[in-house]
């Protein structure tokens, strides 16, 4: 079982930053892709953006020129680092690790971090 576990959310004022943080956890995994997604009230979740094991990046076009999403292979972690925040950015974040596990896909999600940014 690969474990996946968020941390960095928080308040922020609009204008503000914040940096999202990934770790998967487990033993005789690999990773070909991790993702950032988001869940406001009421809506569905969302891609927001993400990192293969190539390197390969993919971004909401409205996070676009404000978020950077990076990796640290040897540590199996993601980082979500979030500029210009804004009031709709507001939302529940979540993480998606996906790969192979004992030589079988397997997908995590983590339980998500909370972002809420004020105007």
């Known amino acids: 079982q690969v474990q996946v576990v ?14 999202l943080s990934c770790v998967a956890s487990g033993s005789s995994f690999s990773i070909d892709y991790m993702g ?3 869940q406001a009230p009421g809506k569905p979740r969302d891609l927001v953006a993400s990192i293969t ?16 999403i990076s990796r640290d292979s040897a ?8 500029n210009s925040l804004k009031p709709e ?4 974040y979540y993480c998606n690790a996906r790969g192979a ?5 397997f997908g995590s999600w983590g339980q998500g971090t909370q972002v809420t940014v004020s105007s």
């Open 75 to 82: 540590k199996n972690t993601v980082y979500l680092q979030m």
């Open 101 to 105: 596990l004992w030589g079988k896909f």
């Open 6 to 19: 968020e941390s960095g959310g928080g308040l922020v004022q609009a204008g503000g930053s914040l940096r």
């Open 53 to 68: 094991s190539g390197g390969n990046t993919n971004y909401a076009d409205s996070v676009k020129g404000r978020f950077t």
């Open 36 to 38: 950032w997604y988001r």
């Open 89 to 92: 950015d507001t939302a529940v």
